[in-house]
């Protein structure tokens, strides 16, 4: 199972940092060969200190998911680095299950999915497909990190089951209670956000929090507020030294 599998490899790395290596400020005009060249010499110089790896569409798009993405893929593999993809899906469930399965078939462990689309024909083909290959992960995504998030995440919606009203972002952290998800992304930009969440989720769904640095989230806040794991981009990816920046991440999510 994902969940346990990066659990383990947290421990063993002594690590909660996940690298997202989402590379936004590079140049435009960067070939497809340097982007690649990149992303792969700062996830060879950053493995010694992180327990996972995300990649999203700043990749995906450029490089394509059965060639230069699954390269990254599979090195990540040889680290013994779990793969997470962020596709934030979001359609119905046929495409759901059709898009989910090539996800894994390229080798990712975990993809990140958005539960507005809420289960019957949503969510449960995505669940059906990481279930049939060999117990994939699925992160839900329950609070964002930008500035209007409040818009959305905090609009208050009628709970379909108990019939109460509550904010949009509990009724998604309860759906990744119900749903046994194997994770919830709630931004570190906002903490108290994440303190409301973990005690919905009553520390059976690990918090991943992305947001840490360039955006304004900062560890230790959000480390008392419950968050497992740190995703973090290009406080890594832009550093001078993006080995010494993921060691010092890495340091300070675990004092």
């Known amino acids: 199972m994902f969940k346990d599998e990066l659990n383990r490899v947290s421990l063993e790395k002594n690590s909660r940092i996940i690298l997202a ?9 960067l070939t497809q060969e340097q982007l690649k060249s990149r ?10 200190y992180i327990c996972g790896v995300k990649i999203n569409m700043q990749l995906l798009l450029p490089l394509g998911l ?3 993405v699954k390269e990254i893929i599979d090195l990540a593999h040889n680290f013994g680095l779990p793969v997470i993809m962020d596709c934030k899906l979001s359609d119905v469930g046929h495409t759901n299950a059709w ?9 990712f462990d975990a993809m990140i999915i958005n539960p507005i ?3 019957a024909q949503g969510a449960e083909p995505i669940f059906q497909v990481a279930k049939e290959y060999g117990g994939r992960g699925i992160i839900l995504l329950v609070y964002t990190t930008h500035k209007a998030a409040p818009e959305s995440y905090e609009l208050l919606v009628k709970d379909p089951v108990s019939g109460i009203e509550i904010f949009l972002y509990e009724l998604f952290a309860r759906r990744a209670l119900e749903w ?27 918090i991943f929090s992305p947001g840490i640095g360039v955006q304004g989230g900062r560890i230790k806040a959000c480390l008392e507020a419950g968050t497992k794991y ?8 832009n550093a001078e030294n993006p080995a010494e920046a993921a060691k010092f991440f890495r340091d300070l999510a675990l004092s």
């Open 21 to 29: 290596l989402d590379p936004s400020a590079l140049p435009r005009d």
């Open 39 to 48: 992303a792969i010499k700062i996830l060879r110089d950053v493995s010694p």
């Open 117 to 119: 689309i809420g289960w």
């Open 99 to 107: 898009a989910t399965r090539h996800y894994f078939e390229a080798g």
């Open 230 to 237: 740190f995703i973090i981009g290009r406080s890594i990816f």
């Open 66 to 68: 059965y060639y230069g």
């Open 180 to 206: 046994n998800a194997d994770g919830a992304i709630v931004g570190g930009t906002y903490p108290e956000k994440i303190k409301i969440i973990s005690s919905i989720l009553q520390g059976k769904v690990p």
